[in-house]
């Protein structure tokens, strides 16, 4: 049974050039997961009773099923409408940079297992190939879930993807500049697999199920060891010919600044990232640090190392500023490490960003954009790898 | 029997929520032009058999007509779909810094005429909405046209416009920040408006009918007294929440240099716009001149205006290059009174824009992005703003 509803979903999520209202739908909700028919209305552009009545026939199919919502306070819970958790399931896989992460989840959005795979710094294709398949086998078995369900296989990539399904050089993995990644994992795993950088695939988590939801146009920044960055536009990831839109971290601040890894000179990265942090941080301490650490000592009150996390918020709201003047986003999203030292980050990031951007506070109403920080700073990348998938976004064919 | 064609095209223009197929294949001709069933089909993702049953029925009730078009070379002449010429007009008005200017051209996308009206430096919203009536209604009456063809006016502004329709403080013509668009035109015209900033319509026209038409990502860097940009991701122009996305001329490139109109120091305009290098030509010359002479000697020879020009294509190479980062962008189209001076800007844009972006030659399969002058440096503006009201883009409610 579970397996003829997988077929079905399967058939018309990929039924890519035949826009069929049935299709609109389904894919609404795999993108939207529980929705009310009113949602589904305004997603597709479809009539309210023909939603209706495509949701009837897919509910008689068991494809689609009633779930409960209910909103905070008083009053009837709303009657929504999800893709039948056993319809499917997806996969969300990081590629980091010492590590990788698998990520199970059902066609509903539930995250059914989490499991990471520590890997060593240099790790090939070979090895994470056979190391994923491994673990996602355990996975299935552990949870007695059929693989034939499995829809698709979404990556997270410490690199940008070029348009022909290749890492970019500048990945932050070594050895896997130029590597096809399709070539890589379809015959291991024999499933569509889709693909995209990091950052955007945490963009598209936040979006899906976190900080950003309903907005259309937002920035993300990814404030880590690395600097990254994601546009969303329309409610559409931006992605570019190289599949490098989106990384905030290589504009140039000054074009006679020290050498990046990217092959420019005075990246933004260099000026506040984390691993420049670290150093000064190391440095003044005489002892050995990580982020996280350095955050936590922060926020109990070491007054040298707010100062420092203070100044790259500054840093980086002048960066962020010409993105600003750029895209005039309604939202910036700040996620990774430095994210978790909240507002010693943010308020200085904030006053620079208002400074140095076109449209000033009071040019419209509201204060826009609005600075907050992401919900999922430990996994976005990941669980944005599953968003690919169920968004049939990043699809390498 | 023209009347009634344009009210049914009317009715399926503004059919904004009922996404019917009908619609959707209107909606594509409008915005392209004359196109194959085969372009309707994939712009629309209707099946092949759905579009031409409609476009069966549209024959049927004049509301399109067939086109023959011939491509360079032998073969037969292919057919294309149009909409019926004689079932409405558009109107496009620029509001720029000293003159008015009204295009008008009918759905089919031919342009019927073309009117400029010179203004004084300050001219105010009352003259402003008196004159364009005046030569409205003068257009109209000339070319024995109905008035109540008139589909919508598109305006292209010299400044951007609020998702409220007002123009925003920073507005180059003066007394007109703050205004309402819609407030101040459609008493008078009595018909939807539409407006958008002028380097956002003359992006749409270059998308429309020249340079970049079929390309879905690219950037307008509009290189002229001043400077402005657009852009396109997704075969969609960006806005942002208070219009300015795309300002290309007000990204920051030295925090301490000069301050500009905009409240910002040291914007890309003030190192390389029009304005400084007529100051500098002018003192160099000890006569005044304007930008399109400067341009003209430059091509004639004189070595040192050819110097000024190369150097104003390298700073801006260099501010397009945090564009590139940022975007990514298939294809960059120069236009604007700089645009005429071809590869003396254009090939220092080129090569700063490689030596500062992310994206490196090699990187890539080809040599991306292209950099063109645009089509329509006379009246790109223009142009687009019919555009707005044949992409029911930018429509003020």
New interface residues.
Partial sequence: MANMISDDLRGLLSER???SPVARVVRALSGHGAVSAAQIART????RSTVSTILSDLKRSSLVVEVETRSPGVGRPAIAHSLNPEAGTCLGVLLGRNEARVVLADVAHNVIADVAIPLERDYRPEKATRVIKQTIDNIYKEHSLPFSGLLGVGFAVSGAI???GRI???ASIPGWSGVDLRATFEPALQKPIFADKESNCAALAEMMWGAAVGVE?FVLFKHDVTIGGA?V??G?V???????????G???LN?HGDLCS???RGCLELECGGSQMISVAERRGGRSLTLPILVQEALAGDIGLRRLIEDAGDVAG?GL???G??????MIVISGALAAADDILLAPMRASYGK?????SG???GD??TFVVGKFLDNDNCLGAVGLVLRHHGRLI
Same sequence: chains 1, 2.
Avoid: Q, W
């Fill in positions: 050039h035949v826009d597709t552009g479809l009539a070029a348009a022909n970019l050089r500048g146009d546009i536009a329309n559409r931006l992605s570019g010919y190289a599949g490098t839109a989106g990384e905030v290589h504009i140039m074009p990217c092959g420019n002048r500023a010409t993105v003047t750029l895209f005039n986003p309604r140095y951007t076109l449209v000033k040019d419209v109403d826009l954009p």
